[in-house]
């Protein structure tokens, strides 16, 4: 089995190897590159691939935001996850829509990393439970006059959507067909002006209608 090629940036280099040996300790990874700052990063980058960048955001020269952006504007196949003390929202919506696949806080232990690193590169997203509540908060200001209806069925689909289902599973378990679910899965995005289903999801737990 293919190892996930990491490359990992942090300006404090007791930190850094601190990072490096959990890591190392999975069978499955291989610690490809370490970095200093956002320079080194991208020097890294142009000469090399990796699967999975993992970024500090305060570091010197290039800091982890600047970076990211031109991880994703150069080769955005490369999964991006945060891994800062930073817990600002607006930081966090900022890297959002850069488009990072993960956000963790330093505090996080060794399975979360782990289990973050597995999700983004399965194409999920991954963000530690205090990120999510923040991202969740930061929804719930934003004063939007626009009622939106979705209709019983659709909340229906949004439900099994987030519990990862495919368009094929969804038409099995509701008894229609795949076709059905597509039209339902186009009409719920444009209803709510969601761009993927990560956005389609962040709207429906800010709405409730995960609970």
Known sequence: MRKIKLLVADDHKILLEGIVSLLQTEVSFNVAATAGNGYEVMELVNKN???VCLLDINMPLMDGIEAAKLIKATKPAVKIIMLTTYNDKEIISELIHIGVS???LKNSDKSELVEAINKVMSGRYYF???????????????KNTEVIVLTDREIEIIKLLGKEYTNEKIANELYISYRTVE???RNIMQKTKSHNLAGLLKHAYSKGFMK
């Open 49 to 51: 691939d990796y699967d």
């Open 183 to 185: 039209t339902h899965r």
């Open 102 to 104: 993960g956000y963790l």
């Open 128 to 142: 530690s439970a205090e990120v999510e509540e923040i991202i969740m908060q930061g929804v719930a200001e934003k």
